[in-house]
């Protein structure tokens, strides 16, 4: 028996969502991941800032060159650095679980889409339209929460590579 118009967009916005929350599993395991890693470098590069500004006496109290002291800064200064952009991967990096609601958002507009058209390559070029709006907003956003993510550790790990070299001259000499 045929399929009603109506009928046939339902079906349509139906596997559009299944196919939105195949994508979502298939990625979550890798957004889970990357927001964990941020999560240690804010807990990290917090701790390191605090204990840096505890023992700040203690580090001005040791007998180093001044390009050891300017290390040191520089070292606490991408300890900053890590943090601030950490913490704003973490902001950023909440848009990518959206991928179902977005999806779910524009099940309307697809339903009423698929009924207004005229013929299947109006119906796709207009689908294209809501699916690519759709999923722009969180594409861009995992792109930039990657970005983030890798100047943040690389950072982290620049300011703990001076700490280690400071420290190993200190017990060396």
């Known amino acids: 028996m ?16 299944d196919a939105s929350a195949y994508l979502y599993k298939i990625y979550q395991p890798q957004w889970d991941a990357r ?10 590069s917090s701790g390191s800032i605090v204990l840096s500004v505890t023992f700040s006496s203690s580090l001005r109290g040791l007998h180093l060159s ?5 290390l040191i800064l520089l070292s606490f200064a991408a300890l900053v650095v890590s943090l601030i952009l950490a913490v704003v991967a973490l902001w950023t990096g909440t848009r990518v679980y959206e991928l179902q ?7 309307k507009e697809i339903h009423q889409t698929f009924i207004d058209s005229t013929s ?8 294209l339209v809501i699916q690519n709006r759709a999923n722009k907003r969180i594409a861009d956003s995992d792109n930039l929460t990657t970005k983030l993510f890798h100047v943040s550790l690389g950072s982290f790990c620049f300011a703990l590579a001076i700490l280690a070299t400071v420290g190993a001259k200190q017990f060396l000499y």
């Open 66 to 70: 001044a390009i050891w002291r300017y």
């Open 35 to 44: 927001g964990d890693v941020l999560k240690t470098i804010v807990l990290l």
């Open 2 to 17: 045929p399929k009603t118009k109506e009928e046939a967009a339902k079906e349509i916005t139906d596997k559009l969502q």
């Open 120 to 127: 299947y390559d109006d119906f796709m070029d207009k689908f």
């Open 101 to 107: 609601s977005g999806t779910f958002d524009t099940r």
